[in-house]
């Protein structure tokens, strides 16, 4: 890779080393203590032990905090699509009187 830098991550107070462009650097360190935040909440609500179960329950836990952000987003762009629809219709029909009492 061209023009990357290694980044060292703390995660469950282990570190990690990655190669991530410049720019990249930010959405990794904030990815990375999501992560660990997340990682420690199961750790510390539940009985289980070991890395890799505790990667996959926090895992499980993001992508459903993930697919329900998902679905409400799309129940809001439903909603303001609708919304628009409406407004446009009531648009038209201000305009079509005017036009009628234009003429």
């Known amino acids: 890779m061209s023009n990357t830098q290694t980044v060292t991550v703390s995660i469950l107070d282990k570190q990690y080393q990655f190669s991530c462009k410049p720019e990249e ?6 990815s990375a ?8 909440e199961v750790k510390s609500n539940s009985t ?12 499980l836990n993001i992508a459903n905090d993930f697919l329900a952000a998902s679905k409400q987003k799309d129940a809001v762009i439903l909603s303001t699509e609708d919304e628009i629809h409406h407004l446009n219709g009531k648009l038209d029909q201000a305009l079509n009187r005017i036009k009628s009492i234009n003429r």
Not at 25 to 30: C, D, H, K
Not at 33 to 40: E, F, G, I, Q, T
């Open 48 to 59: 289980v032990l070991g890395l890799d179960r505790i990667a996959v329950m926090a895992a």
């Open 33 to 40: 203590s999501y992560l660990d935040a997340k990682m420690r």
């Open 25 to 30: 650097v930010s959405a990794l360190r904030e």
